[in-house]
């Protein structure tokens, strides 16, 4: 069974750091692409960050992000992490792990995401 358990998020201040995690159940931790989406009130969900297989570890940053927030592995746990820097204000909305439902290069649409964690708030106050 595919679980994704999200843990992290909260409140900070604009310049502040936040760390996510994402512990992921399966075969899907490593075989498959797994991406953070944010969704913030009156917009679609967003994929923010992506991370290829395993085997090839590509990632890959949408520009709003990019430089400031880094994806990373923990193979030992089969959790994935999102640490934020210099969040700013606009980085507020809700933070959710998910993992593509077919071995492949990872795609930026919602529908190719058949497994989701629990959404995560984030707030940054200016």
């Known amino acids: 069974q595919v679980q994704l358990v999200v843990s992290g998020g909260g409140s900070v201040q604009a310049g502040g750091s936040l760390r996510l995690s994402c512990e992921v159940s399966g075969d899907i931790y490593s075989k498959n692409c797994l991406a953070w989406f944010r969704q913030v009130p009156g917009k679609e969900r967003e994929g923010i960050v992506f991370?290829?297989?395993?085997?090839?570890?590509?990632?890959y940053y949408v520009a709003s992000v990019r430089g400031r927030f880094t994806i990373s592995r923990d193979n030992a746990k089969n959790t994935l992490s999102l640490q934020m820097n210099m969040l700013e204000p606009e980085d507020t909305g809700v933070y959710y792990c998910?993992?593509?439902?077919?071995?492949?290069?990872?795609?930026?649409?919602?529908?190719?995401?058949?497994?989701w964690g629990q959404g995560t708030q984030v707030t940054v106050s200016s």
């Open positions: 991370i290829w297989p395993a085997a090839v570890d590509i990632t």
């Open positions: 998910a993992a593509m439902g077919r071995t492949s290069e990872c795609r930026g649409s919602v529908y190719e995401y058949p497994y």
